[in-house]
């Protein structure tokens, strides 16, 4: 079952400003704080919105099949590395 490519644009478009929204409200604790945990979860969520914007930007049918599928793994492994990273730090 295929979505219609406008409906697939102005879904992908909102997933895309969310987060980047949510980049920004990590960025903005990290300034706060200089807790790396939060500047690399801004990170993984701008490298989210990539993932999602450059599918609909390029017209690439299936983002599961594309090479920009990689920014989710790598913004998942940020995330998996930052909450490591925190988890280490307070037992020492």
């Known amino acids: 079952l295929m979505?219609?490519?406008v409906l697939a644009a102005y879904i992908g478009g909102l997933?895309?400003?969310?987060y980047l929204v949510a980049?920004?409200?990590?960025?903005?604790f990290?300034?706060?704080t200089r807790d790396g945990l939060?500047?690399?979860f801004a990170l993984a969520f701008w490298l989210m919105a990539?993932?999602?914007?450059?599918?609909?930007?390029?017209?690439?049918?299936?983002?599961?099949q594309s090479p920009?599928?990689?920014?989710?793994?790598a913004a998942f492994v940020l995330i998996?590395?930052?909450?490591?990273?925190?988890?280490?730090?307070?037992?020492?």
Do not use: C, M, V
């Open 38 to 40: 939060f500047g690399l």
């Open 30 to 32: 990290w300034f706060r």
């Open 68 to 73: 920009a599928y990689l920014l989710r793994l």
């Open 15 to 18: 997933l895309t400003s969310g």
């Open 3 to 5: 979505e219609p490519p």
């Open 23 to 28: 980049g920004g409200f990590f960025l903005s």
């Open 50 to 64: 990539l993932n999602q914007a450059i599918p609909i930007l390029l017209g690439i049918p299936k983002e599961e």
């Open 80 to 92: 998996i590395i930052g909450i490591l990273r925190k988890n280490i730090q307070t037992r020492d």
